[in-house]
């Protein structure tokens, strides 16, 4: 086909790769690997921006949303320009640096795009172009993106090897996801080329443009450059991504093996998203990833279906008793795929194929079921029979007892019921079959004995002390010991295999010659305060009877953490009065703050001072160990730890602080999350020097800016970040995690000066405009009053008024909506607002800032959290005590002996 392309008026040539048409002016020509690259995006570039982060980029062809997520394996980005009778081009591809399609073109904040040095990596980059200024070249590892929709500084932020912070280049930094003057530049830093460059496109006006390096100017990447675009009569960018080559497995193996049949079984997972073709290769040799090596082939044809497709063929005219091996192979447009290995069988025998499946059931004192299967009849009806008897009398008529006789059978299972047989005895049977080829006989002979199996535990004490085992014993009668007997048993008790005690297999065998065998239950001696627990053994079906008893149970007792602790603090909450009553509020993240004004504790006391990690927490009955956090260490005043109390019930309620454990190393509840449960999206407690800043739950959801705030001692917990109002502020990247239907949010917020109609923002996490409003927010209202926001669309919000805005005055606001839809207001721990909205809308793309929003905020904060449920008012009140009046919310009792004086400890 031959087409005229738009502005550039000239031949172009159209190519159909994974049925979408790539059209470009002179692509297929200039670059032959884009011939199995599917086109994205076509983008012909204008002079002037229409402002790409408010209004869609006007793409001439979009095909993004008809291509599979993670179904590429290469992107590659080709730019053409004409200027009078000149044409030039650059061409870069390179590994998948992501599995959308949606994020690969122009860096909008709609599309979420902000990628720069290392993130994402790039590798295996190909460079072609027309240019002399650019080095055309393959496999580099040195091509970054510069892609985002915000403004920029000349700062080498992300540290790329080779850039100037002085200069625009290819290590331009201070970026974010927010709207401003933009930029979408890709470079080889390696050589110190820019390969093209697209800016200032976040608003309506002129953009800056160019390919290859800017002799002069502002830098190399042609940042406040606006006229040279005006000197290309078209900029036609395409946006390519490339299929993977297939996924393809022998799945199961062969099934349905016969002496001259079979069928052969694979599993095509993955087409690359490209057409694929499918074969299956056999044979009597295997021939690995060589198609002339094999000497049969099965085509299955071209496949484009949604994967994984089962496939089957069915193979004849084999040979009886022959070894062969297959391999399935696959090929696309991309390449050729091949089972990871070949499969073997052996063909069936003429004569027939007969196992003693399974065991012998439904065992009694004088009776059993004997089960068999027929394999293969082989090539002619079989007749079957089964021998047994107190000997194997082996592969022959002569020496077996009984014979049961079938008949002729066809292929499958074979059972038959035999009686009179005597209680505590072995015995034996084997299947045999017969056709006109010959006969044959089950490899080995099915044992089982119509005994009692029982257990008892014969030691039903363990300790982790000395590592004192338990010991289960399993008994047989003493008349049938010719043969080793494998018993099956369930575990079940409060101690985990492999955990509490060191693990075991299943099943257990007793010798030939032996009646009995052992299991020993080995304590594992942990840390972790434990009652005792429980090791049940339970006898299960096999061949044998199951006597009585056939349960028992051992006990493990673990040693004490408590033991080897040298000191010890009660710390009660009598405190917790909340104005609602006291109902008890669940693992409840308290703030314990250590000191040595406290009667007989001192930093000093600690085995490690330096970091507290011989700390511990338990619960009022010093029992269960409690998760804590530490937020601050402080030897020389106050230290900060937030402990997850389980139950806050009333004013009585307490906890203990544990140390001067010579045993002890930190917990790893101090760094993994777990003080904050499921229902805590975020928690910062703001007290870092720089990015990033830190999320405390398991989630960590860290924060990061360009122009961050600074750090002050003069927190209400320890250290904050003070805004200044003009620019600084922090971001987390949208996470659904941070936006759910039922919410609350919170923070200390001290505004230094309240200005009128400036709305300043501690938090926010909103979206839309115009009527699509959804999300939330807190604001310092121009009523000077503080107002916390939810979205409700269409076209309306909902708004709460609190108390009012002090200058240079803490305050902790608390904002949540429930899932009957009631939006609630709170001011230091006290509800002061509350509303019925009649939908909440959440926030699905935005990231949630802090210290801005509708305006910057001047002044500071304090431990921010989400949550992904609305707290009660008791929560948020006991939350306000804990932070902002300690000491009235806790009393510390003072440290006092963990261990009796006296006591001898043992260090292992």
């Given at each position: 086909?031959?087409?005229?392309?738009?502005?550039?008026?000239?031949?172009?040539?159209?190519?159909l790769?994974?049925?979408?048409a790539?059209?470009?002016?002179s692509?297929?020509?200039?670059?032959?690997?884009?011939?199995?690259?599917?086109?994205?995006?076509?983008f012909?570039?204008?002079?002037?921006?229409?402002?790409w982060?408010?209004?869609?980029?006007?793409y001439?062809?979009?095909?993004?949303?008809?291509?599979?997520?993670?179904?590429?394996?290469r992107?590659?980005?080709?730019?053409?320009?004409v200027?009078?009778?000149?044409?030039?081009w650059?061409?870069?591809?390179?590994?998948a640096f992501t599995?959308?399609?949606?994020?690969?073109?122009?860096?909008?904040?709609?599309?979420?795009?902000?990628?720069?040095?290392?993130l994402?990596a790039?590798?295996?980059?190909?460079?072609y172009?027309?240019?002399?200024?650019?080095?055309?070249?393959?496999?580099v590892?040195?091509?970054?993106?510069?892609?985002?929709?915000?403004?920029?500084?000349?700062?080498?932020?992300?540290?790329?090897?080779?850039?100037?912070?002085?200069?625009y280049?290819?290590?331009?930094?201070g970026?974010g996801?927010?709207?401003?003057?933009?930029?979408?530049?890709?470079?080889?830093?390696?050589?110190?080329?820019?390969?093209?460059?697209?800016?200032?496109?976040?608003?309506?006006?002129?953009?800056?443009?160019?390919?290859?390096?800017?002799?002069?100017?502002?830098?190399?990447?042609?940042?406040?450059?606006?006229?040279?675009?005006?000197?290309?009569?078209?900029?036609?960018?395409?946006?390519?991504?490339?299929?993977k080559?297939?996924?393809?497995?022998n799945?199961?193996?062969?099934?349905?093996?016969k002496?001259?049949?079979?069928?052969?079984?694979?599993?095509?997972?993955?087409?690359?998203?490209?057409?694929?073709?499918?074969?299956?290769?056999?044979?009597?040799?295997?021939?690995?990833?060589?198609?002339?090596?094999w000497?049969?082939?099965?085509?299955?044809?071209?496949?484009?279906?949604?994967?994984p497709?089962?496939?089957?063929?069915?193979?004849?005219?084999?040979?009886?008793?022959?070894?062969?091996?297959?391999r399935?192979?696959?090929?696309n447009a991309?390449?050729?795929?091949?089972?990871?290995?070949?499969?073997?069988?052996t063909?069936?025998?003429?004569?027939?194929v007969?196992?003693?499946?399974?065991?012998?059931?439904?065992?009694?004192a004088n009776?059993?079921?004997l089960?068999?299967?027929?394999?293969?009849?082989?090539?002619a009806?079989?007749?079957?029979?089964?021998?047994?008897?107190?000997?194997?009398?082996?592969?022959?008529?002569?020496?077996?007892?009984s014979?049961?006789?079938?008949?002729?059978?066809?292929?499958?299972?074979?059972?038959?019921?035999i009686?009179?047989?005597?209680?505590?005895?072995?015995?034996?049977y084997?299947?045999?079959?017969?056709?006109?080829f010959?006969?044959?006989?089950?490899?080995?002979a099915?044992?089982?004995?119509?005994?009692?199996?029982?257990?008892?535990?014969?030691?039903?004490?363990?300790?982790?002390t000395a590592m004192?085992p338990?010991?289960?014993?399993?008994?047989?009668?003493a008349?049938?010991t010719?043969?080793?007997?494998?018993?099956?048993?369930?575990?079940?008790?409060?101690?985990?295999?492999?955990?509490?005690?060191?693990?075991?297999?299943?099943?257990?065998?007793?010798?030939?010659?032996?009646?009995?065998?052992?299991?020993?239950?080995?304590?594992?001696?942990?840390?972790i305060?434990?009652?005792?627990?429980?090791?049940?053994?339970t006898?299960?079906s096999?061949?044998?009877?199951?006597?009585?008893?056939?349960?028992?149970?051992?006990?493990?007792?673990?040693?004490?953490?408590k033991?080897?602790?040298?000191?010890?603090?009660?710390?009660i909450?009598?405190g917790?009065?909340?104005?609602?009553?006291?109902?008890?509020?669940?693992?409840?993240?308290?703030?314990i703050?250590l000191?040595?004004?406290y009667?007989?504790?001192?930093?000093?006391?600690?085995?490690?001072?330096?970091?507290?990690?011989?700390?511990?927490?338990?619960?009022?009955?010093?029992?269960?160990?409690?998760?804590?956090?530490?937020e601050?260490?402080?030897?020389?005043?106050?230290?900060?730890?937030?402990?997850?109390?389980?139950?806050?019930?009333?004013n009585?309620t307490?906890?203990?602080?544990?140390?001067?454990?010579?045993v002890?190393t930190?917990s790893?509840?101090?760094?993994?999350?777990s003080?904050?449960?499921?229902?805590?999206a975020?928690?910062?407690?703001?007290?870092?020097s720089?990015?990033p800043?830190?999320?405390?739950?398991?989630?960590?959801?860290n924060?990061?800016?360009s122009?961050?705030?600074?750090?002050?001692s003069?927190?209400?917990?320890?250290?904050?970040?003070v805004f200044?109002?003009?620019?600084?502020?922090?971001?987390?990247?949208?996470?659904?995690?941070?936006?759910?239907?039922?919410?609350?949010?919170s923070?200390w917020?001290?505004?230094?000066?309240w200005?009128?109609?400036?709305?300043?923002?501690?938090?926010?996490?909103r979206?839309?405009?115009?009527?699509t409003?959804?999300?939330?927010n807190?604001?310092a209202?121009?009523?000077r009053?503080?107002?916390?926001?939810?979205?409700?669309?269409p076209s309306i919000?909902?708004?709460?008024?609190?108390?009012?805005v002090?200058?240079?005055?803490?305050i902790?606001?608390?904002e949540?909506?429930?899932s009957?839809l009631?939006?609630?207001?709170y001011?230091n721990?006290?509800l002061?607002?509350?509303?019925?909205?009649?939908?909440?809308?959440?926030?699905?793309?935005s990231?949630?800032?802090?210290g801005?929003g509708?305006?910057?905020?001047?002044?500071?904060m304090?431990?921010?959290?989400?949550?992904?449920?609305?707290?009660?008012?008791?929560?948020?009140?006991?939350?306000?005590?804990?932070?902002s009046?300690n000491?009235?919310?806790?009393?510390?009792?003072?440290?006092?002996?963990?261990?009796?004086?006296?006591?001898?400890?043992?260090?292992?």
């Open positions: 086909m031959v087409l005229i392309f738009r502005k550039a008026l000239i031949i172009v040539i159209c190519s790769v994974g049925n979408i790539i059209c470009a002016t692509l297929l020509s200039n670059v032959p690997e884009a011939n199995t690259y599917t086109l994205v995006y076509e012909n570039i204008p002079v002037s921006s229409l402002g982060n408010s209004t869609p980029v006007t001439t062809v979009d095909n993004s949303t008809n291509i599979t997520a993670d179904s590429f394996s992107i590659a980005y080709y730019l053409e320009t200027s009078g009778t000149t044409t030039n650059v061409y870069v591809s390179m590994d599995t959308d399609p949606t994020k690969v073109g122009v860096p909008t904040t709609t599309s979420g795009e902000f990628y720069h040095y290392n994402p790039i590798s295996n980059a190909n460079i172009t027309s240019l002399a200024g650019i080095t055309s070249t393959t496999g590892n040195t091509v970054l993106l510069e892609f985002w929709p915000s403004n920029y500084g000349t700062g080498n932020d992300y540290g790329v090897p080779g850039a100037d912070g002085a200069t280049d290819f290590g331009d930094g970026a996801t927010s709207a401003g003057h933009a930029c979408m530049q890709i470079h080889n830093y390696g050589a110190g080329q820019v390969l093209f460059a697209y800016n200032r496109w976040g608003g309506a006006g002129t953009s800056e443009f160019g390919m290859g390096n800017q002799v002069a100017g502002s830098g190399p990447d042609w940042t406040f450059n606006t006229d040279n675009i005006s000197t290309y009569s078209s900029r036609t960018l395409l946006i390519l991504v490339r299929g080559i297939p996924i393809i497995d799945a199961s193996g062969a099934t349905e093996i002496s001259t049949s079979v069928l052969l079984n694979g599993s095509l997972i993955s087409t690359g998203q490209t057409p694929t073709e499918v074969w299956a290769y056999w044979g009597t040799s295997d021939g690995g990833t060589n198609r002339l090596n000497s049969n082939t099965n085509y299955f044809g071209t496949n484009s279906a949604n994967c497709v089962a496939l089957t063929t069915n193979i004849t005219g084999l040979s009886a008793n022959t070894s062969y091996y297959y399935f192979c696959a090929s991309i390449g050729l795929a091949w089972a990871t290995s070949s499969v073997t069988f063909s069936l025998p003429n004569i027939p007969l196992h003693n499946s399974s065991n012998a059931t439904a065992i009694t009776s059993a079921t089960n068999g299967t027929l394999v293969s009849t082989g090539s009806p079989c007749y079957v029979w089964v021998m047994s008897g107190t000997s194997d009398a082996g592969a022959g008529f002569t020496g077996w007892e014979t049961n006789y079938f008949g002729q059978m066809n292929e499958g299972n074979v059972s038959t019921n009686t009179g047989l005597s209680a505590d005895e072995v015995y034996y084997r299947f045999y079959g017969s056709n006109s010959g006969d044959s006989w089950a490899a080995t099915g044992v089982f004995i119509t005994g009692q199996v029982t257990v008892q535990a014969t030691d039903s004490n363990a300790g982790e004192d338990a010991v289960f014993t399993i008994y047989r009668p008349t049938t010719n043969e080793p007997l494998q018993v099956y048993y369930r575990i079940a008790g409060t101690a985990s295999n492999g955990v509490d005690y060191v693990s075991f297999t299943n099943p257990a065998t007793i010798p030939a010659g032996a009646a009995n065998t052992t299991i020993t239950v080995t304590p594992v001696d942990d840390i305060i434990e009652n005792p627990e429980s090791v049940d053994l006898i299960l096999g061949k044998y009877r199951i006597g009585n008893p056939s349960n028992a149970v051992v006990t493990i007792t673990n040693n004490d953490f033991s080897s602790c040298r000191m010890k603090m009660k710390i909450f009598n917790y009065d909340p104005p609602a009553g006291s109902p008890t509020l669940t693992n409840f993240p308290a703030l703050l000191n040595e004004s009667d007989r504790f001192s930093y000093s006391d600690f085995y490690l001072p330096a970091t507290g990690g011989d700390l511990r927490f338990m619960n009022s009955n010093e029992t269960v160990h409690l998760n804590y956090e530490i601050k260490w402080n030897t020389n005043g106050d230290s900060l730890i937030w402990v997850q109390v389980p139950e806050l019930i009333n009585n307490c906890i203990w602080a544990y140390w001067r454990s010579p002890d930190a790893p509840c101090t760094t993994n999350g003080t904050w449960n499921e229902n805590f975020g928690v910062w407690h703001m007290n870092e720089g990015i800043y830190y999320d405390s739950t398991t989630n960590h959801f924060a990061t800016g122009t961050t705030p600074t750090q002050t003069n927190g209400v917990i320890g250290n904050a970040q200044n109002g003009a620019g600084q502020s922090l971001q987390v990247p949208y996470k659904e995690a941070l936006n759910t239907t039922q919410f609350t949010v923070c917020v001290k505004v230094n000066t200005v009128p109609d400036i709305w300043q923002t501690p938090i926010m996490s979206t839309g405009s115009g009527g409003e959804a999300g939330y807190f604001y209202g121009s009523n009053l503080w107002q916390a926001w939810v979205g409700t669309g919000w909902s708004t709460i008024a609190a108390g009012p002090v200058d240079g005055e803490w902790y606001i608390t949540n909506v429930s009957d009631i939006q609630k207001f001011t721990g006290v002061v607002s509350t509303r019925s909205v009649p939908t909440f809308r959440t926030n699905t793309t990231a949630l800032t802090i801005t509708a305006n910057y905020l001047n002044g500071y304090d431990e921010i959290r989400v949550e992904n449920v609305a707290r009660s008012s008791n929560w948020v009140w006991a939350c306000w005590m804990t932070q009046s000491s009235a919310f806790c009393t510390y009792c003072g440290g006092m002996d963990g261990v009796p004086r006296g006591s001898v400890i043992v260090l292992k």
